[in-house]
């Protein structure tokens, strides 16, 4: 293991200990400095995309799913593929 390996890891251990709120404030600076430093351009279609379905969320028209529900069928979904993949 590198030293940078290292002191990651003794990093991410530092931050596992830390209190949730503090762990918390440390994960939300860190997605945003991603964030910032993001070149991507975003095509107007895109942007429209985005536009419309904040709208419909807005508006209540949209359809909606609770994140349970979906997290659910997601590891339904990965437990059925991974079945397939060792009965094959």
Same mark, same amino acid.
């Given at each position: 293991?590198?030293?940078?390996?290292?002191? !990651?890891?003794?990093? @991410?251990?530092?931050?596992? %200990?830390? $209190?949730?709120? *503090?762990?918390?404030?440390? &994960?939300?600076?860190? !997605?945003?400095?991603?964030?910032?430093?993001?070149?991507? *351009? #975003?095509?107007?279609?895109?942007?429209? /995309?985005?536009?419309?379905?904040? /709208? %419909? @969320?807005?508006?209540?028209?949209?359809?909606? @799913? $609770?994140?349970?529900? #979906?997290?659910?069928? &997601?590891?339904?979904?990965?437990?059925? !593929?991974?079945?397939?993949?060792? &009965?094959?």
């Amino acid at each position: 293991m590198s030293t940078a390996a290292l002191n !990651i890891a003794e990093l @991410v251990e530092c931050a596992l %200990s830390m $209190p949730r709120a *503090e762990r918390s404030y440390l &994960a939300t600076k860190l !997605i945003g400095s991603l964030d910032e430093d993001d070149d991507v *351009e #975003v095509s107007q279609e895109w942007r429209d /995309e985005l536009n419309r379905r904040v /709208e %419909s @969320v807005r508006l209540g028209t949209a359809q909606l @799913v $609770p994140h349970e529900e #979906v997290m659910s069928g &997601a590891r339904e979904l990965v437990a059925r !593929i991974r079945k397939e993949k060792q &009965a094959a």
